[in-house]
Antibody, heavy 116, light 110 residues
Framework: QVQLVESGGGLVKPGESLRLSCVAS????????MSWVRQAPGKGLEWVSH????????YDADSVKGRFTISRDNAKNSLYLQLNSLRTEDTALYYC?????????WGQGTLVTVSS | QSALTQPASVSGSPGQSITISCTGT?????????VSWYQQHPGKAPKLMIY???NRPSGVSSRFSGSKSGNTASLTISGLQAEDEADYYC??????????FGTGTKVTVL
């Protein structure tokens, strides 16, 4: 069955960096667009970034543009999100999700906490 | 990239039908067929309930249905059950080739 497993979250200080990973299994990873979606504690869902199946076309939310970078390694069935210049408002559970226009498959998320 | 507007809460008794609205603009909801709906129980990942305005993924109950008129999409839950109590989010593709989620609606089964 389809499985997405995120990792890499943790507690960091404002201005620091983190790299999130998402390992996919149960489907042909290289056939699918992938996205990152986040959810701040007690808040709603926020779309963060998207990459097409080949990792060539990338779109980012304005709130993270220039600070976060999405990438993928199809040989390793892995999706990444590099988070730089982190701010307290980036504190959230970060989900990877399969799909371009909608997401039928989601991971369980990895928690990023930005605090001094 | 303003969030789509949803009512904060909707409630109904078991067996009743409820409808959740999702209002955007012609640059998102009104301009594309790519509206989707997600159910989220506390501490769980979102679950896709409706995609492309009105299509149900395999395994989703037929009690869930979606529609769209102009810049507003709607999710209807018929025959409300206790297990339907959750948060619901709409999402739409946008003219910027991004996605935007709604503000979320808490559904309470009375």
């Amino acid at each position: 069955q389809v499985q997405l497993v995120e990792s890499g979250g943790g507690l960091v200080k404002p201005g620091e960096s983190l790299r999130l990973s998402c390992v996919a299994s149960g489907f042909i990873f290289s056939d699918y667009d992938m996205s990152w979606v986040r959810q701040a504690p007690g808040k709603g869902l926020e779309w963060v970034s998207h990459t097409n199946s080949g990792g060539i076309t990338i779109y980012d939310a304005d709130s993270v543009k220039g600070r976060f970078t999405i990438s993928r390694d199809n040989a390793k069935n892995s999706l990444y999100l590099q988070l730089n210049s982190l701010r307290t408002e980036d504190t959230a559970l970060y989900y990877c999700a399969r799909g371009r226009y909608s997401s039928v498959s989601w991971g369980q998320g990895t928690l990023v906490t930005v605090s001094s | 990239q303003s969030a789509l507007t949803q009512p904060a809460s909707v409630s109904g008794s078991p067996g009743q039908s409820i409808t959740i609205s999702c209002t955007g603009t012609s640059s998102d909801v009104g301009g594309y067929k790519y509206v989707s709906w997600y159910q989220q129980h506390p501490g769980k990942a979102p679950k896709l309930m409706i995609y492309d305005v009105s299509n149900r993924p395999s395994g989703v109950s037929s009690r869930f249905s979606g529609s769209k008129s102009g810049n507003t999409a709607s999710l209807t839950i018929s025959g409300l059950q206790a297990e339907d109590e959750a948060d619901y989010y709409c999402s739409s593709y946008t003219s910027s080739s991004t996605r935007v989620f709604g503000t979320g609606t808490k559904v309470t089964v009375l």
